[in-house]
């Protein structure tokens, strides 16, 4: 049986790079897409024998460009076994100065760019009998606090469109994974001030084929992260708006 074809958006940096790393070193067959294209000939040069790899210069914001990445690994490799959404961005939100541009720019790569994805696999997948499609999502997804309310936001809507489409698409050969980090080590996160049970990102990586690999359909992690999270989300809101209002204080 030949290897996996997978293909990672957002390979260039973060848990994506991680992946690409990881799955290379498993020797799989890549398709790595990212909007820097610097980045993915530095990434090539470590991952993996030519004949394996395909790297394209991807905008996920851009649907022209996501149908050109999906049509092209296809041509190259003939299926694609595993897409891997690890497309993202991150930016503060401070409620006072709240920018719909800003909000407009966050959801277009971490919702839209997941979206044109969907609308190139899953007819891809279906046709072929068989595939998985995992997108990262956060923790952040449980409950927004003051100062991720945008990219939290986004999140959310990735975890729940993810949640509605799961069952129906299992029917026909498609498995939809969720994957809800916590802190990890990436460019994204490095101007954090405090990020509690940080993980690294080769290990994030690991744990995340790990548990795809075991049947997963959400992958939350680290543990105390998670459960953490999910008091948050049930915590009464008068309770969770006092420690909004003080976390918001500091903005």
Avoid: W
């Avoid at 999502?137 to 945008?150: F, N, W």
């Amino acid at each position: 049986m030949p290897p996996k074809v997978v293909l990672i958006t957002g390979a260039s940096s973060g848990i994506g790079h991680a992946l690409a790393l990881e799955l290379a070193a498993r020797g799989a067959r890549l398709s790595l897409s990212a909007r820097r294209a610097d980045r993915l000939d530095e990434l090539a040069s470590k991952v993996a024998q030519p004949a394996n790899l395909l790297t394209l210069a991807c905008d996920v914001t851009k649907q022209d460009d996501v149908k050109m990445t999906i049509a092209r690994t296809v041509e190259r490799f003939g299926v694609i076994d595993l897409a891997i959404l690890s497309a993202g961005v991150s930016e503060r939100t401070n409620p006072l100065k709240f920018s719909a541009a800003k909000f407009e720019t966050i959801v277009a790569t971490n919702l839209f760019g997941v979206s044109y994805c969907l609308e190139e696999l899953i007819p891809l997948m279906t046709k072929q009998g068989h595939g998985t499609i995992a997108v990262l999502s956060s923790l952040a997804a449980d409950r927004s606090l003051t100062d991720s309310a945008a990219y939290a936001a986004s999140k959310a809507a990735v975890s729940s469109l993810f949640d509605g489409m799961r069952a129906t698409l299992a029917r026909h050969g498609v498995r939809l994974v969720i994957i809800e980090p916590g802190f990890v080590r990436t460019e994204m996160t490095a101007g954090f001030k405090r990020m509690p049970l940080l993980v690294e990102a080769d290990e994030a990586a690991r744990l995340i084929l790990r548990r795809i690999d075991r049947g997963d359909k959400v992958i939350r992690f680290p543990l105390l992260s998670s459960i953490f999270m999910k008091l948050v989300r049930i915590t009464p809101n008068v309770l969770f708006d006092a420690l909004t209002t003080r976390l918001g204080r500091k903005l």
